[in-house]
């Protein structure tokens, strides 16, 4: 670790601390969603991520579970409910209807175990 540096302010000496570089691909949808939820209801949990630099590597882990869960979802989902590509082929309305639908039932079960937690 290198010296710690001091700016002189008026009376007081502010240390010079600085972030180091992080990547910065940009975050999904639910890498966002869990950044404005502890920034807004968690604030000592996301300064403890900002300062010790692993905010984004947990964003992005984030962004990745809920991924992979919508995805091992959806199938799961759209089997019980009779979704189909008959049903596509047939009433596209309705298939697009009961996609809306199982795709909100499954984020909302992301955005309470993975995102809101």
Not at 11 to 29: A, E, F, N, R, W
Not at 75 to 90: F, I, Q
Request: proline fraction near 6%; avoid cysteine.
């Amino acid at each position: 670790m290198s010296e710690l540096t001091y700016t002189q302010n008026g009376d007081y000496l502010i240390p010079d601390l600085s972030l180091s570089k992080q990547p910065q691909t940009p975050l999904g949808k639910y890498g966002r969603m869990r950044k404005n939820y502890l920034k807004e209801h968690r604030p000592v949990l996301w300064n403890s991520l900002l300062l010790s630099e692993k905010l984004y590597p947990h964003l992005r882990e984030i962004e990745e579970a809920a991924n992979n869960r919508l995805e091992r979802m959806m199938p799961e989902l759209m089997k019980s409910a009779g979704v189909t590509e008959e049903l596509k082929a047939s009433d596209p309305m309705k298939w697009a209807g009961l996609m809306n639908t199982l795709r909100a039932q499954a984020e909302e079960v992301i955005l309470a175990e993975l995102v809101f937690s």
